[in-house]
């Protein structure tokens, strides 16, 4: 079973729209990471989150973790095409021993 | 921080050779990773490799197909051997310690190895 469930899978929205994208999880994590992956690329890390409640922002993107630290959301504002890629959680489940990933959410931004 | 260069970013190999891909981190870690992504699909931990001991692998890879060297704490190799269609994915070495970021601790990825088999 997957240890990190996101929603959605796939997104298309018109430029200059808001989206949220979630990622959750059944244990606490002890770091939830947002990375950005353009298609057949690397990983370009986003934003990391440890503390229950925590909220960072970046340009037009805020990540916020719940309070018990099982959910994330990444909330992209005003989207450009350059949002455009596939956006993967990970997280930290264990003391830096185990990491996994979501299965990403695909996000497609016309102009 | 921890700075990781991977190579090579691409590359594309006749079925049945083997690949190596190189990891060197530019400051010393204990822990690396080694993660494959197949197309269309989220990122898959193969092996752990923690310099000094043997590397740790996960359900489904095993050491005659995918060896790994930890010569050092800052480098590392990962074989793909006699390979086939269907290891056409991208590699992905890791690292768990110093970052720039605020958070200090935490994970680095390489830019990746794009290696598709033909």
């Given at each position: ?21 979630n ?28 503390k ?60 | ?5 991977q ?7 006749q ?43 996960e359900?489904?890879f ?16 990962l ?32 830019s990746?190895t ?5």
């Amino acid at each position: 079973s997957q240890e990190l469930e996101q929603s959605p899978q796939s997104l298309i929205v018109q430029e200059g729209k808001n989206l949220t994208i979630n990622c959750t999880s059944s244990k606490t994590l002890y770091g939830l990471y947002w990375y950005k992956q353009k298609y057949g690329e690397g990983l370009i890390f986003l934003m990391m989150l440890q503390k229950g409640g925590e909220e960072k922002s970046h340009e037009k993107i805020t990540a916020k973790l719940d309070e018990k630290k099982q959910q994330s959301s990444l909330h992209i504002t005003a989207s450009q095409p350059s949002h455009a890629g596939i956006y993967l959680c990970g997280a930290d489940i264990g003391n830096g021993q185990n990491f996994v990933f979501g299965p990403g959410t695909r996000l497609s931004v016309l102009p | 921080s921890a700075v990781i260069s991977q190579k090579p970013s691409r590359d594309i190999c006749q079925r049945g050779t083997s690949l190596t891909i190189q990891c060197q981190v530019d400051s010393q870690v204990t822990m690396m990773f080694w993660y494959r992504q197949q197309p269309g699909q989220s990122l898959t931990l193969i092996a752990t490799a923690n310099q000094g001991s043997e590397a740790t692998y996960e359900s489904g890879f095993v050491i005659d197909k995918f060896p790994i060297s930890r010569p050092n704490l800052t480098f590392s190799t990962l074989t793909v051997s006699n390979m086939s269609p269907e290891d056409s994915s991208i590699y992905l070495c890791s690292v768990y310690g110093l970052t720039d970021r605020v958070e200090n601790y935490g994970y680095t990825f390489g830019s990746g190895t794009r290696l598709t088999v033909v």
